[in-house]
């Protein structure tokens, strides 16, 4: 990843900025593996208001070039769980594909509190992203290879929690 990109926790004024990026990001990359009407109900569910919620029930991080944001990532609770945490909302700005963008997300995220304090984290992997996130240690959720629902996998990580 290039040296000047930085990594900062999401502030509310980074909602509108976040969604835009993630439905572009969806609507370019992710349209090869799912139709329009599965994209448009991904980015409708991606508000500014939906972030802002979401980032406020974890911790959700902003990668930027400069000022412009070119990825995010949240992880939380499972759930409620002090065991189990989730990752969501991980997208990188379809120009900055393939920088290391997204193993630093992933990196970030792994050092975060949610995820040193859980034994168990389960991520929803799109089919355009599910091999990327099996390179970062993640595996089917009980072996399973099959979408739930017809559009995500669900993969896990095992560690032990630090005390």
Known sequence: MNESYTIRRFQPTDAA????????????VNSKDYTEAQIAHIVAAMSPETLTTRA????????LDGRKII??????????????????????????????????????LEQDEYFLRASRIEIPASITAVEFYRKMGYDYKNGVRELDEGTMYRLEKF????P
């Open 17 to 28: 900025e976040v969604s835009n990026m993630i439905a572009d990001t969806l609507r370019i």
């Open 159 to 162: 560690r032990t929690p630090n």
């Open 56 to 63: 406020a029930e974890g911790h959700m991080y902003v990668v």
């Open 71 to 108: 990825g995010v990532g949240d992880i939380a609770g499972y759930w409620g769980s002090t065991t189990e945490s989730i990752l969501l909302t991980i997208f990188v700005h379809h120009d900055y594909h393939g920088q290391g963008i997204g193993r630093r997300i992933i990196e970030t």
